[in-house]
């Protein structure tokens, strides 16, 4: 090859990887500012133009009823009179949409979003993505037995980490004894540095087997945001087929979403099941009336009573020593869905940072979804937790 001809080669290179190197500065900004508070309304619903995305196929829309009607505006929290207004303003909310029978009693929404503006689940995804594993084991395209299984003998990848020998049921528990810190606050943390992952490129699946152990499995429930990922491997693995088909298969299309909605995913299009799930208040409505009722859903079987009834029972052992000091110490846990401190049967709760929430109180017929942008949801190490679930109980209870 002539020397100008290696000199233009060389030039295109160059070109090339200056865009690629401009491509992720970019990304990296969009990381470092995603929770600024000037910007963090518009950004969490509007992920799409920021990460990469998959979206998922239209469905056809279900019914969500409407009677629309007064709900409570006026509650004792923490011993402290609050009224609806106060929480709507503390906490940065940018919907609130109250369920009772079935039909919308109360929706809005606040700061410019809209109906059909997608949400930014975060972790009620880990709820969702629960969900899916009990209709493929409904199915029988998962078996059973498989929860009793090591993820590292479905998983090659995971063998010789901190995911080694840990069952599918202990990771469903968050009981893996993954060493894990989930400090949001902390930009060196894992879960941050799991974030830069996903806004800056590299792999989920090869960041979980970096990981290592902390405690022997089914010692402690402590929370490991990358239990659920390694959920997600596991069920890629058993099935062979891709998590966006599955969750198309057996979650959008038989709840019928209303809005089109997507899911984050890293460089190589694999969906950020831990927390990801991009959806309108609305469809999150729906996932929560389903629950309540035991996974019927406009004329069909979402996923089976049974599978509701275990997964949103306490079954997780209890919380390591430094969570149990805390507020959030006295949340229940089952298999990917939180329990109020002292749950009545049938109540139960996904939740998100930055205060996303799906609450589902069957006794009161109530499912109560939030979508917010609250900055200040560390409040307290879990008070802010503890105090917007007595609300919703509050609320449930006061709705006739």
């Known amino acids: 090859m002539q020397l100008s001809a290696l000199l233009d080669t060389a030039r295109i290179l160059a070109a090339r990887a200056i865009r690629l190197d401009l491509h992720g500065i970019r990304r990296l900004a969009r990381v470092n500012t995603l929770f600024d508070p000037g910007k963090i309304v518009w950004n969490f619903s509007n992920l799409d133009k920021l990460f990469n995305t998959l979206p998922f196929p239209r469905a056809e829309p279900s019914p969500l009823p409407e009677a629309f009607g007064r709900i409570p505006q006026h509650f004792t929290i923490s011993d402290q009179p609050r009224s609806l207004g106060d929480h709507i303003r503390d906490r940065n909310l940018k919907s609130l949409i109250v369920l009772k029978d079935g039909a919308i009693r109360h929706e809005a929404y606040f700061q410019g979003t809209r109906p059909s503006d997608p949400n930014i689940s975060w972790s009620m995804n880990k709820s969702v993505l629960s969900i899916l594993l009990g209709a493929l084991i409904d ?12 993820v590292s003998d479905h998983v090659p990848g995971l063998q010789g980490s901190g995911y080694d ?10 009981t893996s004894g993954v060493a894990f810190n989930e400090d949001y606050m902390d930009y060196h943390s894992d879960i941050n540095r799991l974030g830069r992952v996903i806004g800056v490129g590299g792999s989920i699946d090869g960041f979980a087997a970096t990981l290592g152990r902390r405690w022997q499995p089914g010692t402690y429930s402590h929370y ?31 709840i019928g979403f209303e809005h089109p909605g997507f899911m984050l995913c890293d460089d190589h299009d694999e969906p950020f099941v831990l927390g990801g799930l991009n959806l309108s208040a609305r469809d999150y409505a729906r996932i929560g009336q389903m629950m309540l009722q035991e996974g019927a859903w406009n004329g069909n079987q ?29 949340l229940g846990y089952g298999m990917q869905w939180w329990l109020p401190p002292s749950a009545v049967a049938g109540e139960f ?31 307290g190490d879990g008070q802010v937790n503890i105090e917007t679930l007595e609300l919703f109980r509050q609320l449930a209870r006061g709705i006739t």
Request: net charge neutral; aromatic share 6%.
């Open 139 to 150: 199915k029988g395209l998962i078996a059973p037995e498989a929860l009793e299984h090591s």
């Open 165 to 174: 020998g840990v069952t599918l049921r202990q990771v469903l528990n968050m």
């Open 224 to 254: 490991v945001s990358v239990d659920t990922h390694v959920i997600g491997m596991t069920i890629r693995a058993l099935t062979g087929a891709r998590m966006m088909d599955l969750l198309s298969e057996h979650i959008i299309h038989p």
């Open 302 to 330: 979402v996923v089976s009573a049974g599978w509701v009834a275990r997964s949103t029972a306490q079954s997780a052992p209890p919380p390591d020593p430094e969570t149990a000091a805390t507020p959030n110490g006295a």
């Open 349 to 379: 709760f996904a939740i998100g940072i930055y205060g996303q929430y799906i609450y589902i109180n069957r006794p009161a017929r109530v499912v109560i979804v939030q979508t917010a942008a609250d900055t200040g949801f560390r409040a």
